[in-house]
């Protein structure tokens, strides 16, 4: 069974710092993986894809990476701005369905 | 396209009441997910569509939940005698079908229910 993990759960940094987001997942067998941010309240917005022939993509301050023989993704943010604030959660796709970890919420202190 | 439309946006209502919401897809999508999501938890998985075929429901949707998909359109989400603990955002996702160039999947705003 397909078993995402987020750390941290929760990280404070100061605005301008870089900061990486780290993910794992128990089943390499993955189709594709997905981050997103969630605003309190709010849905789910697309950050990045990245398909399981690809190591890394890229958009604007953000980068994703992908490990699939060591289970692992990170997301990279440069420069971090008090608009980043929000949830960040990455996702699995095993082909059917997507599998979500639980999240690290990210406070940029202005 | 806008995008993934979920209406209502909120729902409040009394335990044992039947509640229904709506998810309108990208349009060329035909992947269709359904997910329920509590405080402080990522997504939980419930179940989707391909095309009208409902082909996966998780062990999470009881007796008390049915999803329909009619022509492959928008879909439904009914909830009956609702218990405190269906209280949730329940957010709805679309996307192109396993192997398309493009997978990613795209999720609209939810709707939060709140069970009194």
């Known amino acids: 069974k397909q078993e995402v993990t987020q750390i941290p759960a929760a990280l404070s940094v100061p605005e301008g710092e870089n900061l990486v987001l780290n993910c794992s997942f128990t089943?390499?067998?993955?189709?594709?993986l997905q981050w997103f941010r969630q605003d309190p309240g709010k849905g789910l917005t697309s950050l990045l894809l990245?398909?399981?022939?690809?190591r890394e993509q890229t958009s604007g301050r953000l980068n994703a990476s992908l490990d699939k023989s060591s289970g692992r993704s990170t997301l990279y943010i440069a420069a971090s701005q008090p608009g980043d604030s929000a949830t960040y959660l990455c996702a699995v796709g095993p082909g059917d369905k997507i599998i979500f970890g639980k999240g690290t919420r990210l406070h940029i202190l202005p | 396209d806008t995008g993934v439309s979920q209406n209502p946006r909120h729902k409040i209502t009394k335990r044992g009441q039947n509640v229904t919401f709506r998810c309108d897809p990208i349009s060329e999508h035909n992947r269709l997910y359904w997910y329920r999501q509590t405080l402080g938890q990522g997504p939980e998985f419930l179940t989707y569509f391909q095309n009208e075929a409902q082909l996966e429901k998780s062990r999470l949707l009881s007796d008390r939940f049915s999803a329909e998909r009619p022509k492959g359109s928008f879909s439904t989400l009914e909830i009956q005698r609702t218990e405190q603990g269906d209280s949730a955002m329940y957010l709805c996702?679309?996307?192109?079908?396993?192997?398309?160039?493009?997978?990613?999947?795209?999720f609209g705003q939810g709707t939060r229910l709140t069970v009194v």
């Open positions: 996702a679309s996307s192109f079908p396993l192997g398309d160039s493009r997978p990613e999947a795209f």
């Open positions: 089943d390499s067998a993955i189709y594709n």
């Open positions: 990245i398909q399981s022939s690809q």
